[in-house]
């Protein structure tokens, strides 16, 4: 009785069959061609579509500096850092001289050492204006007395001649007149003293702050902070406001360059990833500035119009991750 069929083998089946592998491999390659495709096309979408379906962003590490400049002519004699420095607050930065300065401060020095000897020369008059002032006054005093016994002895019926009271009265009217030059004078000399008084104190004030602000020839740092990478150099003449250096004060934030008509919302608060290579730190968008700019020369695509972006501040959990001036890229730790 028959309980099995046996399994016959086929005639053109080999153990080595050479065409049965190839199929397999063809069918591998397909798979493989497949998905090199795919993943072609995801690149190029997610390079030219990709910043308007997620956050993709690039931008500078900065912080806020503070110019170093000469309100004046200086030349630099000695330059006491240099680009990247640490420095203190009050530390030396340079030195300059300026004669433009130093001009000054012997004009002014000059012109309060006028005013102290008109100064001086107005007490001794007002000092013999009031000695005369007070003859002047005695003198007034005497001839209004003589006039008056002068005026009694005519009322009296005494003899007194007109000569001798048109004298009397002519020699009051000297002293009254007397009287009033002096007055007038002395006020005068008060007035002037006065106005002495006010002008060398503005002459002393602005020698004060112009010493104050030459310091010296000293430049010294008004915070802490870091150098930055352009500065003056021994011998360099500086016009009024040309700067010595930047000094870079406060914490190190991203200044970031978001695009503009994308799918996602972008809001301060929102938390991002910063990344230069294979260092990164988390952040926080901080601030977004109503505007939009060009994008820096280095963030410019080639062969694309100029671009421009909506600049935001991005506050880094690392500060010490990235040198200053560094070239980021952010990108947001969720797609919505």
Do not use: C
Not at 135 to 159: D, H, I, P
Not at 275 to 302: C, H, N, W, Y
């Amino acid at each position: 009785m028959i309980t099995q069929l046996r399994d016959h083998e086929r005639a053109d089946k080999f153990l080595n069959d050479v065409r049965a592998n190839q199929k397999a491999r063809r069918n591998y390659g397909r798979y493989i061609y497949i998905a090199a495709v795919l993943a072609t096309f995801a690149y190029l979408g997610n390079v030219l579509f990709g910043n308007l379906l997620w956050l993709r962003a690039e931008g500078l590490i900065l912080s806020d500096h503070v110019i170093i400049a000469s309100p004046y002519a200086v030349q630099v004699t000695k330059m006491t850092v240099q680009p990247g420095q640490l420095v203190k607050q009050g530390e030396v930065l340079a030195e300059v001289s300026s004669p433009q300065i130093m001009e000054a401060m012997a004009t002014l020095t000059s012109k309060a050492a006028e005013t102290t000897a008109r100064q001086a020369e107005l007490a001794i008059k007002l000092e013999v204006a009031n000695a005369v002032m007070k003859t002047a006054e005695e003198r007034l005093k005497e001839t209004e007395q003589q006039l008056r016994k002068v005026n009694t002895s005519r009322a009296g019926l005494g003899f007194v001649s007109d000569a001798f009271a048109a004298n009397v009265q002519k020699d009051r009217y000297a002293a009254m007149q007397e009287k009033v030059s002096r007055e007038a004078e002395r006020r005068g000399t008060i007035q002037q003293l006065a106005q002495l008084d006010l002008s060398l104190g503005e002459a002393r004030a602005a020698l004060e702050q112009l010493r104050r602000s030459y310091n010296d020839g000293i430049i010294t740092a008004p915070a802490d902070g870091t150098i930055g990478p352009k500065t003056a150099v021994q011998g360099d003449v500086l016009r009024p406001g040309d700067n010595l250096m930047q000094l870079y004060v406060g914490h190190k934030y991203a200044l970031v360059y978001l695009e503009t008509g994308t799918l996602y919302e972008v809001k301060v608060g929102d938390p991002v990833r910063v990344a230069d290579g294979f260092k990164q730190t988390d952040g926080m968008i901080s601030e977004i500035q109503p505007i939009t700019v060009p994008l820096p020369a280095e963030f410019q695509r080639a062969f694309r119009p100029p671009s421009r972006g909506q600049v935001a501040k991005i506050r880094l959990d690392a500060e010490a991750t990235f040198p200053l001036a560094s070239k980021v890229t952010v990108a947001g730790r969720s797609w919505w």
